[in-house]
């Protein structure tokens, strides 16, 4: 009726569209498990669901068929979210978004980079962030079962280029640029490098032999080092520092006395030193 009430009212919300959800509301725990994934989505994924993934994750979460940990294993280790190579610092703060819902504090996530460069793989890490008290409250809130976290690999993931969150260069790429610069005195050419991040990226290799390959190579040997200033090479490679008179002088002895290169070599890569190198850039030794 037209000047009506009803009229006036129709008129004023005409710009408003109704989700058709909201009068065909499912049960209650759908549509969190739908806001679940959502949040999933945003928090890992930096953006918003599409349809296919939305229903395949909220049809899994809804029967029980995965867990809520379960579910945020396969946003944070997904395709896409690897396709990021988010360095350290980058990874922890997305899982403080995720798990915890908040930014990170800087003590908080200074110890959980540590941790990362010691060694602890991104899964244990992972693990850490997704049976915290938090994140199972947040499950609750929501209808979701926690579940148990995910078994850890024997090899981590490890970013295999630049972070796309701030552009740093990933561990396993600086470590064999930084061979190129300290065993042959030269920038990396890139089919080189390529080739040896892949043995590394890969786990085909680690760390010792990577290094054992610039020292063993032929454009190393040409270099005709005297005894003396193959030591200081190894310094250099391994400690990342200028040789102490002492330590010098045992190297050289067992050299003199008959040890082989390699032997001093050997020495070199079983150090704690070196092991710290490989656990930064996140190889094994
Ligand atoms: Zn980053």
């Keep these: 009726m037209p000047g009506s009430a009803a009229e006036a009212f129709a008129n004023r919300y005409s710009n408003l569209t109704f989700v058709g959800d909201y009068y065909n509301a499912p049960k209650n725990t759908v549509k969190s498990v739908r806001q679940f994934v959502e949040r999933l989505y945003e928090v890992c994924l930096d953006r ?10 909220a049809g899994h979460l809804a029967d029980r068929s995965i867990s809520g940990s379960e579910a ?48 602890k793989t991104r899964e244990e890490v992972f693990n850490g962030f997704a049976l915290s008290v938090e994140f199972s409250n947040l499950c609750k809130s929501y209808g979701i079962e926690l579940g148990k976290g995910i078994s850890v690999p024997k090899y981590g ?62 454009e190393f040997q040409n270099k005709n080092l005297s005894d003396e200033e193959y030591v200081e ?29 390699k032997e001093v070599f050997d020495g070199f890569t079983g150090s704690k030193e070196f092991a710290n190198l490989c656990n930064k850039c996140g190889i094994r030794r």
Aim: proline share 3%; net charge neutral; with cysteine.
């Design 48 to 57: 918003s669901s599409d349809t296919a993934g939305m229903n395949d994750w």
């Design 157 to 218: 993931t490890i970013p295999t280029g630049r972070c796309s969150g701030c552009n740093a260069e990933d561990g396993v790429t600086v470590f064999v640029k930084r061979l190129y610069r300290v065993c042959l005195d030269r920038e990396a050419d890139n089919r080189g490098l390529n080739d040896w991040c892949n043995q590394l990226w890969s786990r085909k290799k680690g760390g010792t032999d990577v290094a054992y390959g610039f020292v063993f190579s032929e």
């Design 233 to 261: 090479y190894l310094y250099k490679v391994f400690f990342d520092r200028g040789s102490d008179p002492e330590g010098k002088r045992t190297w050289l002895g067992k050299l003199q006395s008959g040890s082989s290169r």
């Design 72 to 119: 945020a294993y396969g946003f944070v280790f997904s395709p896409e979210f690897k396709s990021h190579n988010y360095c350290n610092e980058c990874y922890v703060e997305h899982l403080y978004r995720a798990f915890l819902g908040r930014e990170s504090d800087p003590p908080g996530k200074a110890d959980w980079i540590k941790q990362l460069e010691s060694g």
